[in-house]
């Protein structure tokens, strides 16, 4: 069945130090690959995506990657700051119908100063 | 333009109550969405609407039910409230193709039950 899964659960780093996170899918035919950023009592906000097309996709301090091979895709962070602190959660487009996406599990990042 | 918003915000239930839980979105989006929020697991799928009319199960759907009579309103139900329902409701809609545009989500609604 569709699955994603994402690790690590918890991350804590350093302010200014990089943050990766990683994610895995099972269904090699899928093309769509967004994250989310949930701050505390907050609703989930897209904050970067990449499509099966592309390798590599910046914007300012986070860029994602993928590898379609490996059928994995990670997040990174860098200079990270305070406001960074979130859970952050990957998904999946699978393509088998319903126009839906499978998400993570999440990560909580916590950035201390 | 308010986008998606979720009626109520908070709830309080008692083991076997029933509910509604409302999402209407303003974008005129055909497809919508209810997922479920829980610690450690992410978000999962109960149900989903792919238009005005249709309804269609997701990962989770035992113990909920759904309607899309308006294509701007989406109702979750709750039958007979268990404890294991006590969760974070979010619903999400799409214009037409999660790989053009990705989600939008309501602000969630905290359900309780006891």
């Known amino acids: 069945g569709e699955n994603v899964e994402q690790h690590p659960s918890t991350l804590s780093v350093q302010e200014g130090d990089s943050a990766v996170i990683k994610c895995t899918y099972s269904?090699?035919?899928?093309?769509?690959f967004p994250w989310y950023k949930q701050e505390l009592g907050k609703r989930p906000q897209l904050i970067i995506d990449i499509r099966s097309n592309v390798g590599e996709k910046k914007d300012q301090r986070i860029a994602v990657t993928l590898n379609k091979t490996a059928k994995h895709f990670s997040l990174h962070i860098t200079e990270t700051q305070p406001e960074d602190s979130a859970v952050y959660f990957c998904?999946?487009?699978?393509?088998?119908?319903?126009?839906?996406?499978?998400f993570g599990t999440g990560t909580q990042l916590k950035v201390e100063l | 333009n308010a986008g998606v918003t979720q009626t109520p915000k908070f709830r309080v239930l008692k083991t076997g109550q029933s509910m509604t839980l409302l999402c209407a979105q303003d974008?005129?989006?055909?497809?919508m969405y209810w997922y479920r929020q829980d610690p450690g697991m992410g978000l999962r799928l109960i149900h989903y609407s792919v238009g005005e009319g249709t309804t269609a199960k997701g990962e989770v759907p035992d113990g909920y039910n759904v309607s899309r009579l308006k294509k701007q309103n989406f109702l979750l139900g709750l039958e007979s409230a268990a404890p294991s329902q006590t969760s974070v409701y979010f619903c999400?809609?799409?214009?037409?193709?999660?790989?053009?545009?990705?989600?939008?989500f309501g602000s969630g609604t905290r359900l309780t039950v006891v």
């Open positions: 999400a809609s799409n214009e037409q193709g999660v790989a053009r545009y990705g989600y939008t």
């Open positions: 998904a999946a487009y699978f393509t088998g119908g319903g126009n839906k996406l499978t």
């Open positions: 269904d090699s035919a899928s093309n769509y």
């Open positions: 974008m005129n989006h055909e497809y």
